[in-house]
């Protein structure tokens, strides 16, 4: 392992601007296709308790991350409460996530500029917007952080203005139409959309490493980013659905095609797509892509980084870039694999794969903090996860119902990402775990 660390630069105004950034894109696009499978009812109640099993989930993993301030988040927390082998799964799930959710969000900030400037193809500006923003996180976490901050601040302050506009235009009868198009079965179709309202929001605990006091920072970072976002998600559904019906912010006017544009949608029907305030709006709206994707990009470097570092993945992922004190060739790692994956065109198929990557490390993380109880009772825990077993009972049934569900309404691409995770561990028990056996005998030898 390179001697050199990563830099400790980051406060808990920063850790909340991550913890906001990651997930705010969730409010400005994917989860309106949600609508199109459960209709308000739907999708209200899916979100309902998607919002219970992440504010569960948050506390108890907070408790582990402030205990174990490691890069590597889940993986950490797996690898020393449940051992290697699940401990290498939880790191595989989070990897998923973290890098299959950026390229959805780069292919939102392409389709967005190409509307703008329709001459210029969207994937250049997605993969322009890799190159950029990959540059600044090499470039330093602190300069990265602030960056973040300032640009979730004002998307927030969009989202806020977008709710001015569009709550004295509410009607409570427009929750009512067609509210459950699909029945009792949309529900459950309409999770992984309500869990893209909340995904990522556990990577405060990957840049952990690099808070300032992180027992302290870690704690207020993530309390207060999980609720600001539980706020923003009930005033932005309620407000974009109570205008016109779930119907006029899934679909534009005279077409059948879904639409990754719900708050656009909506507001089209109060002020006209000429008015100053609407162009204001959506350009200001473009910050929310930016915050989450440029957020994701940092912590998926983090998780990569510490997979690299305890030779998990090849050990050139885990050094740190000697001037910049950041993991310069983890990011760039996690940026190619996610331009390929831009190239398939499938922005849904990939949302739904960083989905089931969230939902496998949300449970392997619940029985590692269970285990973590058990096992090392007297681990100094800065933070203790109030309602004792309840919260991570509630978070680990929730989570264990919402994959069984992805299972069984998006079969071929549960196949796809048990591929994944299958050849992953296959190469782990090929390669890997004999090579660290033995280097751990040798440890213990000398």
């Known amino acids: 392992m390179s ?10 105004l920063m850790l909340w601007g991550l913890g906001v950034g990651y997930v705010i894109s969730g409010m400005y696009f994917g989860w309106n296709l949600g609508l199109a499978e459960g209709g308000t009812y739907g999708l209200a109640i899916a979100t309902f308790f998607i919002i219970i099993m992440y504010c569960t989930f948050t506390f108890s993993y907070t408790e582990m991350a402030c205990a174990i301030p490691k890069a590597g988040g889940a993986f950490e927390y797996a690898n020393r409460g449940l051992g290697r082998h699940l401990g290498f799964v939880a790191g595989i799930a989070q990897n998923i996530e973290f890098v299959f959710a950026p390229p959805a969000i780069a292919a939102a900030i392409g389709a967005y500029l190409n509307l703008l400037y329709p001459s210029v193809d969207l994937m250049v500006f997605a993969i322009g917007a890799y190159l950029i923003f990959t540059g600044i996180n090499i470039l330093g976490v602190k300069l990265a952080a602030s960056f973040e901050l300032v640009i979730t601040i004002l998307a927030i302050i969009e989202l806020l203005i977008f709710a ?37 929001i556990e990577g405060v605990a990957n840049v952990a490493e690099e808070a300032i006091n992180p027992q302290r920072s870690v704690l207020i970072g993530f309390g ?4 600001t976002l539980v706020v923003l998600c009930v005033l932005t559904f309620v407000s974009a659905v109570g205008v016109a019906g779930w119907e006029a912010i899934v679909y534009p006017e005279g077409s059948a095609v879904t639409s990754d544009s719900p708050l ?34 940092l912590a998926g470097g983090r998780a990569t980084f510490e997979f690299g570092r305890v030779g998990y993945a090849p050990q050139v992922l885990g050094k740190v870039h000697s001037k910049f004190r950041t993991p310069a060739n983890a990011l760039i790692a996690n940026m190619v694999v996610g331009i390929i994956a831009l190239f398939t065109g499938k922005t849904g198929e990939i949302i739904a794969i960083a989905c089931f990557g969230a939902l496998c490390l949300y449970i392997v993380s619940m029985f590692s903090f269970f285990a973590l109880r ?39 691409i549960a196949i796809v990402f048990l591929g994944i995770v299958s050849l992953s561990y296959l190469y782990f028990l090929l390669f890997l775990n004999k090579k660290m056996r033995y280097s751990t005998l040798w440890t213990q030898e000398k």
């Not at 009607?171 to 179709?189: H, T, V, Y």
């Not at 910050?287 to 989450?292: E, P, R, W």
């Not at 996860?385 to 992805?406: D, G, N």
């Open 3 to 12: 001697g050199v660390q990563l830099n400790k630069a980051l406060n808990p």
């Open 164 to 200: 001015g506009v569009a709550l004295p235009e509410f009607k409570f009868e427009n929750l009512q139409l067609n509210p459950m198009p699909n029945g009792f079965s949309g529900i459950f179709a309409a999770i992984p959309f309500a869990i893209w309202f909340f995904l990522a």
């Open 224 to 227: 207060s980013a999980i609720i």
């Open 264 to 297: 656009p949608l909506a507001l089209s029907k109060i002020i006209n797509e000429s008015h100053i305030l609407y162009k204001l709006l959506i350009g200001i709206g473009l910050l929310g892509l930016v915050a989450s994707f440029h957020g994701i990009i």
């Open 374 to 412: 058990k096992k090392e009772p007297a681990m100094e825990r800065p933070f203790k996860v109030p309602l004792f077993p309840l919260f991570p009972a509630l978070a680990l049934v929730i989570a264990v119902v919402a994959l069984i569900s992805m299972i069984y309404h998006y079969p071929v």
